[in-house]
């Protein structure tokens, strides 16, 4: 009767761990810095993407995961709804694919159907000396039919065919993030002190750029700032 039972506790024993290794099934290591995932079934995923901890990773079809997922989605149950991915993250917002602007909602991630060339606009660009120093006044315009961002406008110069942020100067003081909202078909008028913000300027080639270019990658560059051999700011419209 002992040995019955304890040939029992030693089946259930063994029963248990085989459930406990499904139910805790995570990353497998392999070699050569392979990985394989097997779900909580214990089903290993193979040959397709897959959404692990809100990250989508890529699957061969020997189930070896490529890496994290950049591209499209669709929804299973309704092929009109569909997300971008980048390294594995869900865009929202402007996203840049293939040199055009596509808006996908922020809260769902889905792509709205609405494609841009461009989403910003700059226009009535004027070039003043103040008494406050050299001015740049120009119209920026939301083209879109969602909100977009701008702000922290700043200089970039043309070096070597490639165009390097310019330092602000170190009596330059920033008042927090001036990133803020534009409406929909709105324009609204900005102005900024070259002079206060980098005092001279050396002889080259400027051009204004929105601050926000990193996540809309929307540069505002419709003009161009040419400082000549005497030191005079001469507007160069594109």
Request: a negative charge; charged letters at 25%; aromatic letters at 14%.
């Amino acid at each position: 009767m002992i040995k019955k039972i304890l040939l029992y506790l030693f089946v259930v024993a063994i029963i248990s761990n085989s459930y406990t290794m499904v139910v805790n099934a995570d990353w497998k290591h392999l070699s050569d810095q392979k990985y394989e995932y097997y779900n909580t079934d214990g089903l290993k995923y193979s040959n397709g993407i897959y959404k692990i901890d809100n990250i989508m990773y890529s699957f061969n079809e020997d189930g070896v995961c490529t890496g994290t997922y950049s591209g499209w989605t669709k929804l299973k149950s309704d092929n009109s709804k569909k997300r971008y991915y980048k390294d594995g993250s869900c865009c929202g917002g402007w996203v840049i694919i293939n040199n055009k602007f596509y808006y996908f909602n922020d809260l769902t991630g889905f792509f709205t159907g609405e494609i841009r060339d461009q989403i910003k606009n700059i226009s009535n660009v004027k070039l003043s000396n103040e008494d406050c120093g050299a001015v740049i006044s120009f119209d920026i315009e939301n083209l879109t039919n969602e909100d977009i961002l701008i702000g922290d406008f700043e200089l970039e110069k043309l070096i070597d065919e490639k165009w390097i942020k310019v330092p602000l100067s170190n009596n330059y003081i920033r008042f927090g993030d001036d990133v803020m909202g534009l409406l929909p078909k709105v324009k609204l008028s900005c102005k900024i002190n070259i002079s206060e913000m980098y005092e001279k300027l050396n002889t080259g080639t400027y051009r204004i750029v929105d601050g926000d270019t990193s996540q809309y990658g929307a540069a505002s560059n419709s003009f161009e700032i040419l400082v000549n051999e005497n030191g005079d700011y001469v507007l160069n419209e594109l």
